[in-house]
């Protein structure tokens, strides 16, 4: 049995192809201005490191993400929120929270031990605690994403940065660099300000471990740390590419659906 | 000059005179139900409109100030913010009332009806009453419409009285609010030579007594599974008992209408919609948008509101015994049971037992918590909803728009938010 999981975000495009429940494939894109030819890059090239030779190889295939009707060859579109709490469940099942943080939004979701989904609370309204903030940040202080997590884990001291609106905490960290604030110290700062949001929506849906990160800024190892210290437990490591696990849980509904219709 | 209230109001009564001929012309399933209550929004701006070209007496009034004692003294009165709650459907100057209202120098973040009842009045378009009631209750915005008022060159030297609402609810309380709504008759007579007649209110009050009865029985039935109310009637009961037909016996038929309607499925085992799959809780006002909204959460989701804010609030049967236990109910009805002043003054109490009442009894799937922007007691107290949902074991959604403004989250944005909910919790 073949499945596909495509899951279209605002920053990036992501393909699972899955065969009898195991990861054949997957592949990691950034999104275009078309999410209909993100979906199709994405997934042709997850195919192609299948070995497979075409889409029509896979039996049903399931798009999600925020361009997921946009998926002109999924069998049909399930809910992010559905599929990063089916992907988080099916990685580690242990998970009981799921914060996702994507491109445009934040979601977390708390779930029982089969993986549904009890609650969720989400942020689409700024980009406060999603990657386009630290996309911003990292823009402002020159160090591209992958030193922004390393500087974070450096910060001793962390600068109190009451921002969480990207624009506004633009301001503050140009306010810190003129003062002479340790770059390091800042960047700590700026992942403090977003885990204390991430806390008060966790908190609303109830802290249950474990607790694991899914999307793209779940590989900011600064943002998990910081988030551990406000939630006060650990967040758990997925064994696979976080970033994924949308298109993980687009794919294991894929094979649920197949499962049915046989 | 040009009387530029008269003119809206002529053309708010020629809308609905329009819509009345629709609705005629167009013979549906809620039509018996639907017609009634447009009928008695076209008798009220008839009357308005009379009134003011007449030159007789025209009050400027909100629900919960014992609309029954208007009736009883037979002095006509309209609510400045009914024009923003008829809302798109009803309104065809939303969107340029909104956009006017944007322009005024308030805070946005106040409640938009009451912003836009300011619009109206800075704007002058609402007819120039004889004199004004105020309401200061449930929220703070709504002392700030009452401000606007004296602000306006055109209303500031109208006469106004704002029956004092006390904080707490026991007898001493309601004994005082009592005391205000005579203050209230006083003022009314004063200002436009109207006497109340007991006798007469005891009449009205006895047909708003039967009206909330039977609202009661109606509530009663909603909840048989299928449900057999309908969404499209779902704010006549309140409007009948508090705004439009008050203690009038045409209010009364619709009541036994609607009633004898929903008996009729029940008995039936039918309900409204053929294939009810979400029986759902929307725990706010409904959106003046939500002609756009309600039908498409039935075809796409089988999804019904069984119940809503609206329309759950157990009224008290006023005592008609004499003048005193009516002052005395009328009051405590007034100041405790109204819809959002029943919830908003006072704890988050009221909100929650009112959920798990209903949610047990109405056998609710989901609650809605719309979270409307100018309702602050709801923002402070979604926290305690929410577990009062999980302790329930019953989804809850909170998704934050305006009532009367479709911009702040468009209806596509709230259909999204809910088939997302829907989806992730498995319903429907």
Same mark, same amino acid.
């Given at each position: 049995m073949l499945v596909g999981g495509c899951d279209v975000g605002s920053a990036t495009g992501k393909a699972v192809v899955m065969k009898d429940g195991e990861i054949t494939s997957y592949v990691?894109?950034?999104?275009?201005?078309?999410?209909?030819?993100?979906a199709r890059t994405v997934m042709d090239e997850a195919i192609e490191k299948a070995g497979l030779s075409s889409i029509e190889d896979l039996d049903y295939i399931v798009g999600t993400g925020y361009g997921r009707l946009k998926v002109p060859f999924a069998n049909e579109n399930v809910s992010e929120i559905t599929c990063h709490a089916r992907g988080a469940h099916w990685l580690s099942p242990t998970v009981r929270t799921?914060?996702?943080?994507?491109?445009?939004?934040?979601?977390?979701?708390?779930?029982?031990?089969?993986?549904?989904?009890?609650?969720?609370?989400?942020?689409?309204?700024?980009?406060?605690?999603?990657?386009?903030?630290?996309?911003?940040?990292?823009?402002?202080?020159?160090?591209?994403?992958?030193?922004?997590?390393?500087?974070?884990?450096?910060?001793?001291?962390?600068?109190?940065?009451?921002?969480?609106?990207?624009?506004?905490?633009?301001?503050?960290?140009?306010?810190?660099?003129?003062?002479g604030v340790e770059l390091v110290d800042i960047v700590a700062g700026l992942h403090n300000s977003i885990a204390g949001r991430l806390n008060s929506m966790v908190r609303k849906v109830g802290l249950v471990e474990d607790v694991a990160l899914t999307g793209g800024c779940a590989k900011n190892d600064g943002l998990a740390k910081a988030l551990e210290e406000k939630l006060g437990v650990a967040v758990k490591k997925l064994p696979q590419d976080p970033q994924i696990a949308g298109a993980i849980g687009a794919a294991l509904i894929a094979e649920e659906k197949l499962d049915g219709q046989s | 000059m040009v009387d530029k209230g008269l003119e809206r109001t002529i053309a708010e009564r020629d809308h609905f005179e329009f819509l009345l001929k629709f609705l005629e012309e167009s013979p549906s399933e809620t039509s018996h139900l639907l017609i009634p209550?447009?009928?008695?929004?076209?008798?009220h701006y008839k009357d308005t409109v009379r009134c003011i070209e007449e030159g007789k007496p025209v009050i400027a009034s909100y629900f919960s100030n014992a609309p029954e004692i208007f009736t009883a003294m037979d002095i006509h009165w309209y609510c400045p913010v009914a024009a923003a709650f008829a809302g798109a459907g009803a309104n065809p100057y939303l969107m340029n009332d909104l956009e006017g209202t944007d322009k005024l120098a308030v805070s946005s973040d106040i409640c938009t009806l009451l912003r836009m009842a300011m619009y109206y009045t800075e704007a002058g378009l609402l007819p120039r009453p004889t004199a004004i009631v105020g309401m200061i209750i449930p929220c703070d915005g709504i002392v700030a419409l009452h401000e606007a008022s004296r602000r306006s060159k055109?209303?500031?030297?109208i006469p106004m009285f704002a029956p004092d609402p006390p904080y707490f609810t026991d007898e001493r309380s309601i004994d005082y609010f009592a005391q205000e709504l005579r203050r209230m008759v006083d003022f009314l007579t004063e200002h436009t030579g109207q006497k109340l007649d007991i006798g007469r209110l005891r009449e009205v009050v006895e047909v708003t007594n039967e009206q909330y009865k039977l609202w009661q029985e109606i509530n009663e039935l909603r909840r048989a599974v299928p449900c057999p109310f309908?969404? $499209?009637?779902?704010?006549?009961?309140? &409007? =009948?008992?508090?705004?439009?037909?008050?203690?009038?016996?045409? $209010?009364?038929?619709?009541?036994?209408? &609607? =009633?004898?309607?929903?008996?009729?499925?029940?008995?039936?085992?039918k309900g409204w919609l053929e294939n009810e799959r979400i029986r759902l809780l929307w725990f706010d006002v409904h959106p003046t948008w939500f002609f756009d909204l309600a039908p498409w959460l039935e075809e796409e989701w089988g999804a019904v509101i069984v119940m809503d804010m609206f329309s759950y609030c157990p009224y008290t049967l006023v005592d008609t015994l004499n003048e005193e236990t009516m002052f005395h109910d009328l009051a405590k009805r007034n100041l405790m049971d109204t819809t959002m002043v029943r919830q908003a003054v006072g704890v988050a109490d009221n909100f929650a037992s009112d959920i798990v009442r209903i949610v047990k009894d109405y056998k609710i799937d989901c609650v809605v918590w719309p979270a409307h922007m100018g309702h602050k007691d709801g923002a402070a107290s979604v926290g305690i909803m929410r577990e009062v949902c999980r302790d329930l074991g019953v989804p809850f959604l909170s998704i934050g728009i305006d009532t009367f403004d479709p911009r702040?989250?468009?209806?596509?944005?709230?259909?999204?938010?809910?088939?997302?909910?829907?989806?992730?919790?498995?319903l429907g």
């Open positions: 990691i894109i950034p999104s275009t201005t078309k999410p209909e030819v993100t799921v914060v996702d943080i994507g491109g445009q939004d934040c979601k977390v979701m708390s779930m029982d031990d089969k993986g549904k989904v009890l609650e969720f609370v989400m942020n689409d309204r700024c980009a406060a605690g999603t990657g386009r903030f630290f996309e911003a940040m990292a823009r402002v202080l020159d160090c591209g994403l992958e030193g922004l997590s390393r500087l974070s884990l450096q910060g001793k001291n962390p600068a109190a940065i009451t921002s969480q609106c990207s624009v506004f905490a633009e301001s503050e960290v140009v306010t810190l660099v003129n003062e | 209550l447009v009928r008695a929004n076209l008798e055109q209303w500031r030297d309908n969404w $499209g009637v779902g704010g006549g009961p309140f &409007a =009948l008992t508090q705004n439009r037909w008050v203690g009038d016996s045409r $209010g009364l038929e619709w009541f036994e209408a &609607a =009633l004898a309607d929903s008996e009729k499925r029940v008995k039936a085992g702040y989250t468009t209806p596509d944005e709230v259909k999204n938010r809910m088939s997302q909910f829907f989806t992730a919790m498995g």
